[in-house]
């Protein structure tokens, strides 16, 4: 069973920067598309970005132009750079397979706070 485990997070004041690590135990990573969701209080789990197998990239609306998903296979690890973080991307955030596949069990995510 692959296991997921994020890390990175941290509280940060708007216009910050932080990037979130997730790591899956296994050696199957490379075989998936992988993505990162978050969530905020109250809300419900929202897709924020994904990134193929071979590298093709979408992102999110609401953080195109501010994040940056990568991956390293050999590491079996996903990324997520996040710049000119805002108050509204305060969520827990998860990495999974990409949207339309069977998910894999979830991680604890990681806590991810804007304020001044």
């Known amino acids: 069973q692959v296991q997921l485990v994020e890390s990175g997070g941290g509280l940060v004041q708007p216009g910050g920067s932080l990037t979130l690590s997730c790591v899956a135990s296994?050696?199957?990573?490379?075989?998936?598309?992988m993505g990162w969701y978050r969530q905020a209080p109250g809300k419900q789990r929202e897709w924020v970005a994904h990134?193929?197998?071979?590298?093709?990239?979408k992102y999110g609306d609401s953080v195109k132009g501010r994040f940056t998903i990568s991956r390293d296979n050999a590491k079996n690890t996903l990324y997520l750079q996040m710049n000119s973080l805002k108050p509204e991307d305060t969520a827990v955030y998860y990495c999974?397979?990409?949207?339309?596949?069977?998910?894999?069990?979830w991680g604890q995510g990681t806590q991810v706070t804007v304020s001044s």
């Open positions: 296994g050696s199957i990573f490379g075989f998936y598309a």
């Open positions: 990134i193929s197998r071979e590298g093709s990239i």
């Open positions: 999974n397979r990409a949207m339309g596949n069977m998910m894999l069990p």
